[in-house]
């Protein structure tokens, strides 16, 4: 049966798999210059790991360039020269650290035979792996009969937007009872977004960045488990997100209030569905301590004999631990609760969801970024499903669910009220507001600012936001004005202002214009770099100091979606806490898109333009008169 569902799944595949093929057919340094392979690499030699599997390590060549592969991606290890990448050994990233010289591969096949006399090259693997669970499950919930005693899944319910049963009555008072005599610091926003799920079995909750959404999940878990053991109930919750690292935040959050507020009484265990990951180092101090620890676990039955468990896995984790390929999809977890639900597309939110008995709980922010989806299926929209496959499973259930089931957490315990004014207002509905502790909160230097430098305007802590014009014409992912720019500050913040590299971030949407930055910065600095990435992965960080940059002004790319995100720009402003710096090209800020479809995304960034203006803090580079950079 194909369904509607189950043709997202095959085309997305199909796209991403042409994408990879065809990159493929680039030579190597091309595909090296996209950061989506690493060539010039050389076998070392063989190691074992702590689990004592081997791992294979090799060592870059002043060739090799930094890509965007990160630690777990399945990918294949090809020799210099090979006419099908794909017939190279498949593996999997086990360290990457380029800074180390060492790059660490495990093999997926067996024992690999590489030589030392020879160059490799990691590339891309058109292997999927999880289309077929993503299928299966699409299969057996569409051609399953809709909700009856007899076939209780929830999820037909669920994806209609009727799955409105409340709790019983007893459920919010005990939590009334239970907040009185805990003092768990919550704030009345937070609060109230605690009591959804003990009011609702279906409930979504938005946190805008900054709002401790992940502290308000450890206590949510921490009080489900709670109730459930003074009830004498037993009590299954199932932790997902997409990513491993959310879910391992979330774990973490709730053993380290377990163990600040009820240490040696929670009678919940917390458990990580698989291998475990960065724990691995713990050192002997940490090992006896004798706290509440996040477990990891691979067998089945140790796991689901626990009386009061909060399970951690991605859908693929739960397919695997319920061994769904034979045995299809029990309703076993009491509740289903998703992290950062607004990043998670339909299908692989439904490998999760259908192990519910009928409890859902989704967290997550629409305005930051979304779901990647290659396709468009749009003309799918309530044929099968209900929902828009091109959106989150969060983002639809905003539209379908009551606001009664709904809540928005409304202080940022991150920004400054300078800071939060233009977010606040632009995707927050002027519902976002700063906590008193921080909103007056301005980034401290150790030196006096000298006024006579047009660098330290720029940085002057009463004008926490700014926005940089940069005279730069023809650059698409690459600018050497702003890398230029953008270095020299942080230089000045480290160097002269005495700030440490954990105090700022530097941010741009492309990887080229990263690489610019940190290669000006190994000239200039000679200790640690501040952290350089791509918006996408700082998403989740804080920073004192944010210098972000918009990188292009060539005309074929100042009209794009992905330079005119409005969730890009929302993510890169709100990880600032104290000082943010925007700088792009007078050619982005100028331009007027001639598609109302661009209008509407770019018109944020002319918000921001106006809104700077009004602060009297925009700059223009490069400057007009000489200074003294200090």
Known sequence: MDTGMGHKI?????????????????????RMLRFRAIGYLSFVYTRLDHEGRFLYILKPSGKTLPSKFRKGDFLKLAPHGIFDIQNGFPVIMAEYDMEAGEISLLSRSGKMHLSKHLLYSIEEDT??????????VATTLFAAPRCTEDHPHFLHQLLAGLALHQQSCDSLTWLKKWLARNDTGLNPSQQSA?????????????????????????????????????????????????????????????????????????????IKWGRSGHYEKIDAD????????????????????????????????????????????????DWAIFDEASQVPVPQALLSL??????????????????????????YFREETGLFLNRSIMANFLDIYPKSHQKTLNITYRMNKEICAFPGRTWYENMLHPA????????????????????????????????????HQGCSRKSDMEADLMAALAHRLMMFH???????????????????????????????????????????????VIIFGVTSSDPDHLLSEFLNSPNRLNVA???????????????????IPDSENILEKNSCFKQLLTHCQKQNAVFYFPFKHPTSHG
């Open 10 to 30: 095959k085309e997305e595949q199909r796209l991403q798999e042409d994408n990879t093929l065809a990159l493929q057919e680039l030579t190597l340094r091309e």
């Open 127 to 136: 292997s999927d792996w999880n289309q077929a669970k993503l299928t299966h």
């Open 194 to 270: 605690l009591a959804l799920p003990f009011q609702y079995r279906t409930s979504i909750i938005q946190g805008p960045p900054g709002t401790g959404k992940t502290h308000l999940l450890g206590w949510i878990l921490i009080a489900l488990i709670l109730q459930a053991h003074e009830a004498k109930r037993p009590l299954r919750i199932g932790v997902s997100a997409l990513t491993h690292q959310a879910i391992d935040t979330v774990l973490e959050k709730v053993t380290s209030l377990v163990n600040r507020y009820f240490p040696g009484i929670f009678p919940g265990h917390c």
């Open 286 to 333: 940490e090992k006896s301590h004798k706290g509440m620890k996040v477990e990891f676990s691979e067998d089945g039955n140790d796991v689901l004999d626990r009386p009061w468990l909060i399970l951690g896995a991605t859908g693929y984790g739960f397919y695997h631990l319920f061994n769904s390929k034979d045995k299809e999809f029990p309703p076993a977890l």
């Open 354 to 379: 259908i192990y519910s008995r009928g409890n859902f709980l989704f967290l997550g922010d629409v305005n930051q970024l979304p779901p990647i989806v290659l396709g468009d299926y749009e003309e």
């Open 436 to 471: 008193p502790a921080n909103a007056n909160a301005r980034l401290a230097l150790n030196k006096p600012l000298d006024k006579s430098t047009e660098y330290d305007k720029i940085l002057d802590p009463a004008k926490p936001v700014v926005l940089v014009l940069a005279d």
């Open 498 to 544: 005495g700030l440490s590299p954990d105090q700022m971030a530097l941010i741009s949407p492309h990887r080229a214009q990263n690489n610019a930055i940190i290669k000006r910065l190994g000239e200039m600095l000679e200790d640690r770099l501040p952290l350089v990435d791509t918006i996408e992965r700082v998403q989740g960080a804080e920073r004192d």
């Open 573 to 591: 402003m709100t990880r600032a806490k104290t000082k943010l710096i925007v700088i792009g090209s007078r050619a982005f800020f100028s331009i």
